[in-house]
């Protein structure tokens, strides 16, 4: 009986000692993963603080499309008073067509001061889109000015 005895002991503790290791083994892989997600944390932190915001953008977009309605309001009053020839109505277009790419260059300039830093291949998307927007802001914008110059 006392053989039986030793030998459960030694299982049990065989048995404790594997169980002891597994626990180590998992703190050590528990201890790796929050290692791992502060790491991401501080990644997505850092991104986050890089990127230019949503309401930057748009008040960036805001101000563009006040400041080129105003101009477009102003230069078409000038279209319209006084009969102009087809070269004055073109040289006019053409001074319209520099200011607006003018403007689109701030802007441009602004959304990449504003991201500046950032590497992220959406970031780039982002500011591409705002500047084809802008972009297709400035052709529609021309588009109308033809209609309106060939009444």
Do not use: P
């Amino acid at each position: 009986m006392r053989e039986l005895w030793q030998e459960r002991e030694i299982r049990y503790e065989q048995r404790f000692q594997a169980q002891e290791k597994a626990v180590l083994k998992a703190e050590a892989a528990f201890e790796e993963r929050l290692k791992n997600t502060n790491e991401w944390r501080q990644t997505i932190n850092d991104r986050d603080s890089r990127l230019i915001s949503r309401s930057e953008v748009e008040g960036i977009s805001r101000a563009f499309n006040d400041k080129s309605e105003l101009r477009f309001t102003t230069n078409s009053d000038k279209i319209e008073t006084g009969n102009k020839t087809i070269s004055e109505r073109i040289t006019v277009m053409a001074n319209l067509s520099a200011e607006r790419m003018a403007v689109l260059q701030l802007q441009i300039q602004a959304i990449s001061s504003a991201s500046q830093g950032a590497k992220d291949q959406t970031d780039n998307s982002r500011a591409n889109i705002a500047i084809f927007v802008s972009i297709g802001t400035a052709v529609v914008m021309m588009a109308d000015l033809l209609i309106h110059l060939t009444r």
